[in-house]
């Protein structure tokens, strides 16, 4: 009897116990986005950026590239494709960019000016393509990837990120970090309505073109 | 109880009256994934329930064979990806493993990569106990608690968004060390979320645990006990449901788990609600009191203090000498064994992955008979099955 | 109860449908005609009545079908917001015209009758559930006047009409030839025909108090003191029956925790399962129109219905009183099946049979006693001793019951 009397007892109290618990929370505002309307959150408190270093679409700074084929050579899905040419022996088709990593995660794509090594307490002159010269001092440098010289004539580095598992093995095997994976909204959202268009082409044969005019041009005014 | 009959290979339909077969999935909103489930009723009642797997298959070990280590990793994600950072930890610890049979190719896994080892690892066993208890719920009726564990859930992923750079499939621990070290102030949202976090599990028990409803759903239901959990080899929080103290990270610790100090949670007999050890309620209240251990052991490494150091160790190839290894590890859903077979390549001969999930689906069929369809539910609930990891 | 019934049998049935003291909607309406429509005045009186019935009739079904409208949009918002989310938000502002969006898109949408299944019934089950659950209407009082008619029967045809909800159900579960159609519609079929019965026996201890199965008269009875002469205070066992009552309906409606007829984590979506378009969102409007019906019964029944929450003043009290109690029995159904997971099959059976009918029965001898006791149950009187024996009720039951669960059946099983 009295356990009949307890059970109608304990399913009336818990079941206020949990409404309760529900009560408390209608009152509490939501942790929801309206992702695709507001996808820059800043008006509002629970904005969350895209983290630093997040793994989103794969993009390749092509002037920087080697064609090592490193990347291709790790891809587990075999999402990488590359074709190379190799220059004559002995000849380059110019020196890489460095890519100088912040302590603060930011980076910065030039040429180191002078002597590639760093000496403490000293700022670096960092020769880029749209600023200009960049001076930066050295503590704030947490590395620097080397430059490599370029050999081989990139004819084809297509990227087809439907077959891509975002694992990122590329970009950490990467010698000059020039593929990357774009951690912001760009990197996430490229969703298209027809496949190929997800076939990403990074070569461009014309840089080399202009290369040769400039070659040309230079050996003219010589 | 003794061994499990063998059951004939062939679909026996035998033309009752009053005999209806349902196929339950694979397309239902509660198998899990993609089980499908042969349902022989009587009415509400089932006579038989003979689970078919193979839906999600996509030949991880096959796919192994042909793939380096380092390539293998990011398909364990693809097994468990609930739990993607316990499958890549079991599957390095494996290799490691390996390597250290030959002196000249063994190698230490520096300590601050052990540590957030660790860390992640319990942080992903809190995400995937979560995931459990709301999907619970949710086959049990209540919609509620789904989404609360999608949201503290939710701040799990944005941690591990901040340390990988992903959501679901880390790819992080990595053979010999883990693949980035944390970023600035990491340890601070930790202690941010784990402080936020616990308080909400007595809401949750509470809200469902506690309730009636649940309760008589539950308790009594389903009862595997301690000698068919082992005999049917299942592990992980359904064995320990049944009562029995057993954590590979207790009894056989690997790692660094020796330096903590933690509670094995296990089932407990309450009369006064009617649970018995083993039944759905108690398997259920493990994975509970899992995530109360596992802030345990987070808080341990928040007070300590994680050396400093290389988060990876010093090798140039991964290519382990000729042998094989079989190591498994606690993962949440039981223990996620590997074995490995190398012939000195950098590529393995052969990789089977021994699964926690299937051995507890295997037992689904002994524990559904006699009971009601709405019971089926809540034992595949219970067990906590992810079909990727089923079929890998 | 016996004077009633004998009132009933001894009545012409033309004096059924017509009040004769208090006006309702029809008969204002046909003043109204023959005093300012001369066509409708020069035609006889039974015409002009029928006409007028009719009108008044098109109103309800004209405005009725406009509750699920809201009531979808507040269930979203509420579930929403206790989920911790914010539900739909863009159509219209804050998302107010979503549920007109998804009923012009069920408009559109394909209408699927499954090719071996039971045509003709497959197209009428959903029509049955509709008529049904609005012909409720007729007799829920909503104000002073505002009545479709005032039955002398009224509670009793509530009671009757809306358990025809059951045959829809079994013959869409039929008809679609889906097994797990046929399994929501025999485990709606059971749980509806059980749980009529305590349903009737907690209106039955309310008739017992107010010897009248007229839904105005039940109303009338109450409010001399404003909140206190509410049937749920008059006596402590109104008191229960009101809980009795309130869950039953609960399980009547097919709401969580009793949804079992459509329960999506087991039966896919139940009796339902196979239908689309139209014919879905005929039994969706059916769903909510009920869940309206039996809270304005419940408001109608023990809460006062139309009548204020002040004696002698109008104090929320009138249509929009009673559309406010009943909006908020309507919440706390919303908030109780976003809250409680589902029970199964044989369980909802024993809650029904083992708890709510025994207790219903205490219910009803309790109410035979007390009015034999206490003859003028309205004095103030005997109400506050009922509440006195409510208060004390509860508060022992928490020391009783409570003190010995704290250290054993639910607390404790957190904390082990």
């Known amino acids: ?222 | ?392 | 109860m016996l004077p009633v019934l004998q009132q009933f049998i001894q009545k012409p049935f033309s004096e059924l449908l017509v009040q004769e003291n208090n006006k309702n909607l029809s008969e204002l309406f046909l003043e109204f005609t023959r005093t300012h429509v001369p066509f409708l005045a020069s035609l006889p009186l039974p015409l002009s009545q029928l006409i007028a019935m009719l009108a008044v009739c098109v109103i309800f079904v004209a405005i009725v079908p406009l509750l699920p409208l809201v009531l979808v949009l507040a269930e979203r918002k509420v579930s929403a917001h206790i989920q911790d989310r914010v539900g739909p938000m863009r159509v219209g502002p804050h998302g107010v015209l979503q549920t007109l969006a998804d009923g012009v898109k069920l408009i559109f949408k394909e209408d699927h009758i499954p090719r071996q299944g039971d045509k003709i019934l497959f197209i009428v089950a959903p029509y049955i559930i509709f008529a049904c659950s609005f012909a409720v209407f007729a007799a829920i009082p909503f104000g002073k006047s505002i009545l479709v008619s005032d039955l002398n029967i009224g509670i009793f045809y509530i009671m009757a009409i809306s358990s025809v909800v059951a045959i829809g159900v079994i013959m869409a579960g039929w008809a679609s030839n889906s097994k797990w159609s046929l399994l929501g519609a025999l485990r709606s079929a059971a749980q509806i025909v059980s749980y009529e019965i305590p349903v009737g026996l907690s209106i039955l201890a309310v008739v017992m108090l107010v010897e009248s199965l007229k839904m105005q008269e039940i109303v009338r009875n109450q409010g001399d003191l404003g909140i206190l002469s509410w049937i749920i205070f008059r006596t402590p066992f109104t008191f229960i029956a009101f809980f009795v009552f309130f869950i039953s309906a609960i399980a009547e409606v097919n709401r969580t925790p009793f949804d079992l007829p459509e329960a999506e984590s087991e039966l896919v979506a139940g009796f339902h399962t196979e239908y689309s378009g139209m014919r879905f969102a005929l039994f969706f409007i059916a769903e909510y129109a009920n869940m309206f019906a039996v809270s304005a019964i419940a408001s109608t029944l023990f809460l006062g219905g139309w009548k204020g929450i002040l004696p002698g003043y109008d104090f929320l009290g009138g249509t929009p009183g009673f559309v406010i109690k009943t909006l908020f029995l309507v919440f706390i159904m919303m908030w109780i099946r976003w809250t409680l997971p589902r029970l199964r099959v044989d369980q909802l059976m024993n809650l029904c049979w083992k708890y709510l009918i025994p207790i219903s029965f205490f219910n009803i001898l309790g109410i035979g006693i007390w009015v034999l006791i206490f003859q003028n149950d309205k004095h103030p009187a005997y109400i506050g001793i009922s509440l006195l024996i409510i208060i004390l009720g509860i508060f022992g039951a928490y020391l009783v019951l409570g003190r010995r669960s704290s250290q054993s059946p639910a607390p404790r099983a957190s904390s082990a």
Not at chain 2, 50 to 58: A, F, N, S
Not at chain 2, 84 to 96: I, T
Not at chain 2, 153 to 159: A, Q
């Open chain 1, 1 to 222: 009897m009295r356990h009949y009397f307890a059970n109608i007892y304990s399913g009336v109290y818990t079941v206020f116990v949990g409404m309760a618990i529900t009560f408390k929370q209608m009152l509490k505002p939501s942790v929801t986005h309206q992702y695709p309307y507001e996808h820059s959150f800043e008006r509002k408190k629970n904005v969350r950026d895209i983290p630093q270093g997040y793994r989103g679409q794969l993009f390749n700074r092509i002037e920087d590239c080697i064609g090592c084929k490193k990347c291709e050579m790790i891809c587990p899905v075999d999402c990488i494709d590359i074709t190379t040419e190799k220059l004559p022996k002995g000849e380059k088709l110019w020196d890489s960019m460095n890519v100088v990593h912040l302590k603060d995660r930011a980076e910065i794509v030039g040429m180191i000016e002078g002597n590639e090594k760093i000496e403490s307490n000293t700022t670096v002159a960092i020769q880029t393509r749209e600023r200009g010269s960049v001076e930066v001092a050295s503590e704030r440098i947490a590395r620097v990837v080397e430059r490599k010289p370029v050999i081989f004539y990139l004819d084809k580095f297509d990227i087809d990120m439907s077959l891509c598992m975002y694992c990122g093995l590329c970009t950490e095997v990467c010698p000059t970090e020039c593929l990357i994976m774009i951690d912001t909204l760009k990197g996430i959202e490229y969703s298209t309505f027809d496949r190929t268009s997800l076939i990403f082409k990074f070569a461009k044969p014309e840089m080399y073109d202009k290369l040769l005019d400039e070659a040309t041009d230079s050996e003219a005014a010589d």
């Open chain 2, 1 to 392: 109880m003794a061994a499990p009959k063998p059951e004939s290979k062939f679909i026996e339909l035998k033309p009752f009256s009053d005999e209806m077969v349902v196929n339950m999935g694979p397309q239902h909103p509660s198998t899990h994934g993609v089980l499908r489930l042969e349902l022989k009723l009587d009415g509400e009642v089932v006579r038989e329930a003979i689970p078919h797997i193979g839906y999600l298959h996509r030949c991880f070990e096959k796919h192994s064979e042909n793939l380096s280590y380092p390539q293998i990793i990011p398909f364990t994600d693809r097994m468990d990806y609930i739990a993607a950072m316990n499958q890549n930890w079991g599957f390095c610890l494996a290799v490691e493993k390996l390597m250290a049979a030959d002196e000249k190719k063994g190698f230490e896994v520096p300590e601050r990569a052990e540590y957030l080892r660790v860390l992640i690892c319990e942080l992903n066993r809190i995400g995937s106990h979560l995931l459990s208890f709301g999907t619970y719920g949710m086959d049990i009726g209540a919609f509620t608690p789904f989404l609360y564990a999608f949201r503290d859930r939710e701040k799990i992923l944005l941690l591990f968004e901040k340390i990988c750079g992903a959501r679901l499939t880390y790819n992080y621990v990595r053979i010999g060390g883990v693949s980035r070290d944390m970023p600035p102030k990491f340890l601070d949202e930790v202690k941010e979320f784990i402080d936020y976090f616990e308080p909400k599990i007595d809401d949750y028990n509470a809200l469902l645990t506690d309730n009636k409803i649940f309760i008589e759903r539950t308790t009594g239901i389903a009862v595997m006990d301690r000698e068919m959990a082992i005999n049917y080899g299942v592990t992980g929080p359904n064995l320990r449901g049944a009562g029995l103290q057993w954590d590979l990270r207790k009894d056989e610790p690997y790692s660094i788990y020796d330096r903590f100090d933690f509670d094995v949670a296990y089932g407990k007999e309450i009369p006064e609600i009617g649970a018995v050890l083993g039944d759905c309620w108690n398997r259920y209240k493990v994975r509970m009191d899992e995530m109360k251990q596992s802030i345990q052991i987070i808080r341990q490494i928040l007070e300590g203090s994680i050396p400093d150091g290389p988060i990876m160790a010093e090798l140039k190839a991964v290519r382990p000498p000729k042998g094989e290894i079989f190591f498994r590890s606690e993962a949440p859903r039981g223990e996620l064994g590997f074995y490995i077979v190398s012939d000195g390549t950098p590529k393995p001969v052969r990789v089977k992955a021994k699964s926690p999930c299937f051995t507890a689906l295997s037992a689904l069929q002994e524990l559904s008979k006699g009971l009601m369809i709405a019971d089926i539910i809540a034992i595949i609930g219970s067990i906590d099955i992810v079909m990727g990891e089923v079929d890998r």
